[in-house]
């Protein structure tokens, strides 16, 4: 773990991690259970554990610069594993949370998010060819994976047109509630 700065101990990054993830992070004693189960740990630059023992030594210039986070894919096997009830995938979603608010995201994978979460406002699902050319204008990708699209459309796997559902206003006023929060803490 030689990655991770020693002497960085940010007691209020402890304590915020804690307290939004409602985990007691002290107790982890680095097993490594949760990162022997994580699909995703051949992808991360710093393992599961490895974030949590990050966190317990108050690292969060290394927390929040790791790209593990925003790679996860919140299956929760990390904390269907923990011999000590962690709820692990909260807290990787604690950290994501954080780095969003303190605007250390990895561009691209935010660039989705965003794109992701706009169409769902606006539809009240997701609508895929949407999130395309939403990410498509925010990144500049515009060749990456295009050629699947000619396997795809005919399949029907990204329908033309979005699919608005009834409850659209609902789901819009959930993001508006949302913003609305946003401001009044900041
Ligand atoms: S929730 Fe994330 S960190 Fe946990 S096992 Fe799944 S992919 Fe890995
Ligand atoms: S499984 Fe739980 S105790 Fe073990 S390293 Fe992961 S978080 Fe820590």
Excluded at 21 to 33: A, P
Aim: proline content about 4%; hydrophobic content about 35%; overall charge positive.
């Amino acid at each position: 773990m030689d990655s991770i700065n020693l002497r960085a101990r940010d007691e209020a990054f402890i304590r915020e991690v804690e307290k939004e993830s409602g985990q007691n992070i002290s107790t982890c004693y680095q097993c490594g259970n949760c990162t022997a189960g994580c699909p995703c740990g051949p992808v991360y630059d710093l393992q599961v554990n490895q974030i949590m023992r990050a966190i317990q030594l108050g690292d969060k210039k290394t927390v929040l610069e790791a790209a593990s986070p925003w790679l996860c894919v919140s299956c929760s096997t990390c904390s269907a594993r923990c011999p000590n009830d962690i709820d692990v995938a909260r807290v990787m979603d604690t950290v994501r949370h954080i780095g969003r608010r303190e605007g250390k995201t990895k561009y691209v994978i935010n660039a989705f998010w965003d794109s992701f979460l706009q169409t769902v406002r606006f539809c009240g699902r997701s609508y895929e060819l949407g999130i395309m050319a939403l990410f498509m204008l925010r990144t500049g990708r515009f060749y990456t994976d295009l050629d699947l699209a000619p396997r795809m459309l005919p399949k029907k796997k990204m329908p033309y047109l979005p699919h608005l559902i009834r409850g659209k206003a609902a789901v819009s006023r959930i993001f508006k509630r949302f913003n609305d929060m946003q401001q009044y803490d900041d």
